[in-house]
């Protein structure tokens, strides 16, 4: 990135986004391949008046060596013991989170053994839970954005020809950042979510149905949930936007009342790997069929993680008008593909969409049927071939998206 692009998109990320502010700490999470554009995040939140930001460079590419040649297969369940205070001490001390998503290498666990990945990853995540409970709660302002690299916008482009010109005259309008103040823009666009959200929070459908090729599906509300889009407020009372880009209203199902058939309309990295082609059968809330057209081994090692990763702990509604869906590319990054489409997420649900939720703890949680697991990771089932539907406890429908529109 030139200089003065990285300037725009890091004060929407650090101002905008995050909020950064006198005496903050920011723990920014970055690829070694992202380091030019993770010390210009440094220095803006220094000139923004953070009193530390703290780096953590991790390369995915050393789980790919622990995978394929560690001797002993029960040495996959460690982590060092100093992981789960580090995470601890970021949730006590409420530091803002920034993670920096754009891989230098987009296929690196692709024929990976899934038994031990699934291992590795299940461990971490163990020894990050009250991290990852903070975040899904937003006991403290956290953000994921995107920064490009040459393999991975060769795989959106198909060719890295002129690759970091091409990409960027993609990203651009999609960030907003042709606008003349993106920040302004970014909280006008928050506005117009903001409205989706109030007008499924006043009908609080008991049933939101998708219907299209391969899909018909209904997932079950309650009505303690709230539709949630856009900023967010953290428990210091900061106004935070975890996404950069974000096109989305989401909320939180009841986890035992999903139904039917649904087909996957985007692939999606799974543990690292691709998964193309992904289908799921539900009954009960709970997953009880699925295929894929690859890396299905891969989806089933995921759906056997923990109770909660056959489940359901998000439903989001994003339409066809978001300019993800309008650039006409598959971004094989879940932080943009997100965006472009209607979604399900399998996995742990967002306490912040229930009334009071955050202040629950886990049996609570339990008891008003939110799905409490070790992984979240969303599933694309959005396109212009399908239609969503709120249904009223009398039986009444109300169309929301008429294909892949929005008409509320």
């Known amino acids: 990135m030139n ?5 725009a998109y890091s004060e929407v990320i650090l101002s905008g986004a995050l909020k950064i502010k006198n005496g903050d700490v920011l723990w920014l999470r970055s690829e070694p ?6 010390k210009y995040i440094a220095e803006t939140a220094y000139r923004l008046g953070a009193k530390y930001v703290n780096v953590s460079l991790e390369d995915p590419s050393f789980d790919r060596i622990r995978i394929d040649s560690t001797a002993d297969d029960s040495f996959f369940d460690y982590v060092p013991e100093n992981r789960t205070p580090m995470f601890d001490s970021i949730v006590k001390e409420g530091w803002r989170a920034l993670a920096l998503r ?16 699934g291992r590795t990853t299940k461990a971490a995540a163990l020894a990050r839970r009250g991290f990852l409970s903070a975040v899904s709660s937003n006991k403290l302002p956290w953000n994921v954005c995107l920064a490009p690299t040459r393999p991975w916008a060769t795989k959106v482009l198909g060719s890295d020809e002129n690759w ?34 109030a007008f499924l929070n006043h009908h609080r459908f008991p049933l939101i149905k998708f219907t299209g090729p391969g899909t018909d599906l209904t997932v079950g509300m309650l009505p303690d949930r709230q539709f949630k889009g856009g900023s967010c407020t953290s428990a210091d009372g900061t106004v935070f936007f975890p996404n950069i880009p974000t096109e989305e209203v989401f909320s939180t199902p009841d986890k035992t009342a999903t139904e039917g058939r649904v087909k996957c309309t985007r692939p999606v990295t799974v543990y690292g790997a691709q998964v193309d082609g992904a289908w799921f059968a539900f009954k009960n809330g709970r997953v009880v069929d699925f295929g894929a057209d690859s890396n299905s081994e891969v989806l089933g090692q995921y759906l056997s993680t923990d109770d909660g990763a056959s489940m359901l702990g998000e439903v989001a509604l994003v339409g066809i008008d978001s300019p993800i869906y ?7 990054n879940i932080l943009f593909d997100e965006n472009a489409s209607c979604h399900i997420a399998l996995g742990n649900g967002y306490t912040d969409c229930i009334v009071n939720g955050t202040a629950m703890d886990d049996a609570a949680l339990e008891s008003c049927k939110c799905n409490q697991s070790l992984v979240h990771t969303d599933f694309m089932i959005g396109s212009e071939n399908v239609d969503v539907t709120g249904i009223a406890a009398d ?3 109300t169309v929301i998206i008429k294909n892949g529109e929005f008409v509320i």
């Open 3 to 7: 200089k003065e692009l990285m300037k």
């Open 33 to 38: 391949v992202h380091l030019e554009f993770a």
């Open 102 to 117: 754009g891989p230098a290498e987009p296929d690196l666990m692709e024929g990976v053994d899934s038994v031990k990945l």
């Open 164 to 197: 970091e010109e091409r990409i960027w005259d993609i990203l651009i309008p999609i960030l907003r950042l042709d606008k003349a103040d993106p920040a302004a823009a970014w909280l006008e666009h928050d506005a117009m979510l903001k409205k989706r959200a």
């Open 326 to 332: 309008r650039s006409g590319k598959v971004f094989h």
């Open 395 to 397: 039986g009444t429908e």
